[in-house]
DNA sequence: ATAGGGTTAG
C-alpha cells in the first residue's frame, strides 16, 4: 500500500532515493553522552512560592517586602512555576510586582503569567498582560500567541485559538512560517485536525509551507487514528518536491501502531530499512513501545536487541519504554533487570523511568521498595514528582493504608513539591472507604485546604463530603463546607465558567 | 513554545 506512495511520485520526477533522507558521512548516538546532573542548590524561589501560598492575599505585599528579595526574571519565573497548580496565587504574585517600584517584568515572565491566567479560563487578565506587554515595548512575543492560542484550544475554543493567530499581527506581532506552523500544530494536538487542515489549505501557500508544517499535520491524523489522511499527506509533500524527513517516517510508523495495524507497521519499518533510511533510535523506540503495549512482548524485546546489535545506542526513552512494557505485560521482577542494566550501561534513569518502575512496583504491591526507588531518584538527580507522590499516595489509599497515604501528602507540603488537584481528589475519595466520621472531618478538611489554595472541587466532590458529614451527624462542619461552595459558586460565575 | 519516541486512571 505504502510502498506505492513511496515510489510512484517520486519515479514521475526523479529517482526514488530522494523518498528517503541521504546517508549522513558520519553518525553519533544522540544520547551517548547522557551526564548526572548537579544537584540544585536551596533556593529562594522556594522560599518565596512558600510565602506567597502561605499569606493572605491583603497581607502579601507587606510579607514579601519583609524578606527584600533582589527580584530577576530567572526568579520570578521559578517562582511563577513553583506555583504551577495555584494560579490565582501565582497571578497575584505577578500582579503585586508589576507594581514594584523599580523592578520590571520579562517578555518571559509575562509569558508565564499569561499562561497562568488563560488556565484559569481569565482570558481578560491574560489578553491585559499582552496589552502590557506592547506598552512596555517588550513585545507581545510569538511565544504569548502560540500560549493563548494553545489554552484557547485546549479549553475548547479552537475558533479563538485561530482568531488568535489571524488577528495577532492587530497586536503588534508578525506572522509568519514559525507562528503558523504552531497553530496548525496546537489544533492538531487538541485533535481539532479537520479545522487544522482547512486552515492549511486555505494559508499554505501565503506561508510556504514546510516539511514541518506537512508533517505537523501527517502526525494530527495519525493522532485521530486516520492513517490513510497521513499518506495522503505524505503523498502530496512528494508530489510538492518536499523531501520526508525521518520524522515523517517515524510519524508514521507510529501511526500504525495507534490503530493497531501491527502487520503494517512491521511492513513499513522493512520498507524504511530496504530504502537504506538511516533507522534512528526514535524509530526503534516507536517499535519497542508499540510491539509491547501491543502485548507482543517478545517482539518489543528482540527489536531492542536487534537495535544494540546494529550499534544503535539505546536512549532513555528506549529503555524507559521497555522498562514500562515489562512492568505491563511481563514481570516488575524484569523490569528491574532492565533498570540495573541500563545503569551500568551508564544510561541516566530520569523522571519518567523512576515513575514507571515506581507504578509498576505499587501495582504488584512491593510499596516498600516503591519508596526505597523514591530515595535512590536523588542518586541520578531525580526529585518526585506531583505524579510520583500521586501514584504512591493512591496505591496507599488503595490498600486501605489511609494514615501512610496521609503522612506521603504532609511531606509534599512541607517539602518542596507541592499537591495538585489530582492528589486531593485521589485523598479525598479515600476518604470514604472506611465510613469512619473522623475520615469525613478530614475529608472536609481537605476539600477547605484545597479551595483555600485555589483549586475548584468538581460539585460531585462537594455533595459527597456533605452527605457524608451530614450522615454522620457533623451539621456544623457541613454548614461551613456549604457556605465555602457558595462563595466558589460566585467566583466561578464571575469568572463566566 | 516549529515536527517524530518514553509517565496518565480501574
Known amino acids: 500500500m505504502f510502498n506505492q506512495l513511496l515510489v510512484k511520485p517520486v519515479q514521475r520526477t526523479c529517482n526514488s532515493s530522494h ?274 503495549v501491543a502485548g507482543e512482548v517478545k517482539r518489543s524485546k528482540r527489536v531492542f536487541d536487534a537495535m544494540v546489535k546494529e550499534g544503535l545506542v539505546p536512549s532513555v526513552a528506549t529503555y524507559n519504554a521497555l522498562i514500562q512494557v515489562l512492568c505491563k505485560k511481563d514481570s516488575v521482577q524484569n523490569a528491574l533487570l532492565v533498570f540495573e542494566e541500563m545503569v551500568g550501561k551508564g544510561c541516566v534513569p530520569n523522571l519518567t523511568t523512576y515513575n514507571v518502575v515506581i507504578r509498576g512496583l505499587c501495582h504488584s504491591g512491593e510499596m516498600e521498595k516503591a519508596l526505597e526507588f523514591m530515595k535512590r531518584m536523588e542518586e541520578h538527580g531525580c526529585r518526585p514528582s506531583v505524579q510520583t507522590y500521586n501514584v504512591v499516595v493512591r496505591y496507599y489509599c488503595d490498600d486501605g493504608e489511609l494514615e501512610k497515604g496521609l503522612e506521603l501528602f504532609e511531606k509534599m507540603g512541607n517539602g518542596t513539591c507541592l499537591p495538585n488537584l489530582d492528589t486531593y481528589n485521589i485523598l479525598i475519595s479515600a476518604m470514604f472507604v472506611r465510613k469512619k466520621s473522623e475520615d469525613l472531618v478530614v475529608a472536609g478538611k481537605l476539600l477547605m485546604e484545597m479551595v483555600g489554595r485555589g483549586f475548584l472541587p468538581r460539585k460531585f466532590t462537594f455533595n459527597r463530603v456533605l452527605n457524608g458529614l451530614v450522615l454522620m451527624g457533623n451539621r456544623d462542619f457541613a454548614n461551613e463546607i456549604l457556605r465555602m461552595q457558595n462563595r466558589c459558586g460566585r467566583v466561578l460565575r464571575h469568572m463566566k465558567l
Open 19 to 292: 523518498l528517503f533522507p541521504p546517508k549522513p558521512r558520519f553518525w553519533l548516538p544522540r544520547n551517548a553522552l547522557t551526564t548526572v546532573p548537579e544537584s540544585p542548590p536551596v533556593s529562594e524561589d522556594a522560599t518565596a512560592a512558600k510565602l506567597v501560598l502561605e499569606s493572605d492575599p491583603s497581607s502579601l505585599p507587606e510579607t514579601l517586602s519583609n524578606h527584600s528579595f533582589q527580584w530577576t526574571p530567572q526568579l520570578v519565573n521559578n517562582v511563577l512555576k513553583r506555583l504551577w497548580n495555584h494560579g490565582p496565587k501565582a497571578l497575584q504574585f505577578f500582579k503585586h510586582l508589576e507594581r514594584h517600584p523599580t523592578y520590571i517584568h520579562s517578555p518571559s515572565s509575562f509569558e508565564h503569567a499569561i499562561d497562568i491566567a488563560a488556565r484559569l479560563r481569565d482570558y481578560n487578565t491574560a489578553w491585559a498582560f499582552v496589552g502590557r506587554m506592547r506598552a512596555l515595548r517588550i513585545g507581545p512575543t510569538p511565544r504569548a500567541f502560540a500560549i493563548l492560542a494553545e489554552r484557547y484550544a485546549t479549553g475548547g475554543k479552537a475558533h479563538r485559538a485561530v482568531k488568535v493567530f489571524l488577528s495577532m499581527h492587530e497586536h503588534g506581532c508578525h506572522q509568519d512560517l514559525n507562528s503558523f506552523n504552531t497553530i496548525l500544530d496546537v489544533l492538531c494536538k487538541t485533535r481539532r485536525v479537520e479545522m487544522a487542515h482547512s486552515l492549511f489549505k486555505t494559508f499554505k501557500g501565503r506561508f510556504r509551507c514546510d516539511s514541518v508544517s506537512y508533517n505537523i499535520m501527517a502526525n494530527g491524523w495519525c493522532l485521530i487514528k486516520r492513517t490513510p489522511m497521513a499518506l495522503q499527506v505524505m503523498k502530496e509533500m512528494v508530489e510538492r518536491g518536499i523531501t520526508p524527513t525521518m520524522v515523517t517516517y517515524n510519524t508514521l510508523l507510529k501511526g500504525y501502531f495507534r490503530c493497531n495495524q501491527l502487520r503494517e507497521a512491521w511492513e513499513f519499518f522493512l520498507e524504511m530499512k530496504k530504502r537504506k533510511c538511516e533507522i534512528d533510535v526514535v524509530t526503534y523506540t516507536t517499535m519497542v513501545h508499540g510491539f509491547g
